[in-house]
């Protein structure tokens, strides 16, 4: 999104610098609506890439794993395309509005991994909960950090 946002507003804004899903504190001239569209856009799932190692995850998990998103319809229909794209037509996907709390899907006994604070925040019935960093998050950047995938910084809630 960065990336995008930094060819729209011809600007150079460092992706650490984010600190919200609105943008609004590097892109004060952007409104929501342009960035619910860019979220939809081709030009966006281009430069989507998988962490290494998780689309082998996902394959031998697959008849285990829901993913769960939020976004617009356009932006869920896109992620759907995107995942079939990618050899993962199988997956099983759950797409809820961005105003409604993941939590009201029950999870209990599962494992629920997000990059968003919030999002583990507010899951209650998840048995074991795993945040992916998050940009900016003043919790996150507190956390006692685990090597997941390539790297990735990971740490274990429960």
């Not at 992706?15 to 609004?24: Q, V």
């Not at 892109?27 to 966006?44: I, Q, R, S």
């Not at 769960?68 to 079939?84: E, H, L």
């Not at 494992?111 to 899951?123: A, G, K, P, Q, Y």
Request: negative net charge; contains cysteine; charged residues 25%.
């Amino acid at each position: 999104m960065v990336k995008l946002l930094n060819k729209r507003h011809n600007i150079n804004v460092n992706p650490k610098n984010i600190t919200s899903w609105n943008f609004s504190n590097c892109y004060p001239n952007m409104t929501d609506e342009e960035v619910d569209w860019l979220f939809t856009t081709n030009e966006f799932f281009d430069n989507v890439k998988m962490i290494d190692g998780v689309k082998e995850f996902i394959l031998k998990y697959i008849d285990k794993i829901i993913l769960v998103t939020k976004g617009n319809i356009n932006n869920i229909n896109q992620k759907r395309i995107y995942f079939d794209l990618n050899g993962l037509e199988r997956v099983k996907m759950l797409g809820i509005p961005l105003n409604i709390s993941k939590d009201i899907i029950n999870m209990w006994g599962s494992v629920f991994i997000d990059d968003s604070t919030n999002n583990l925040n507010e899951v209650t019935t998840a048995k074991l909960k795993i945040q992916f960093n998050e940009y900016g998050s003043e919790i996150a950047d507190k956390c006692e950090w685990s090597k997941g995938w390539d790297g990735i910084r990971m740490e274990s809630w429960v």
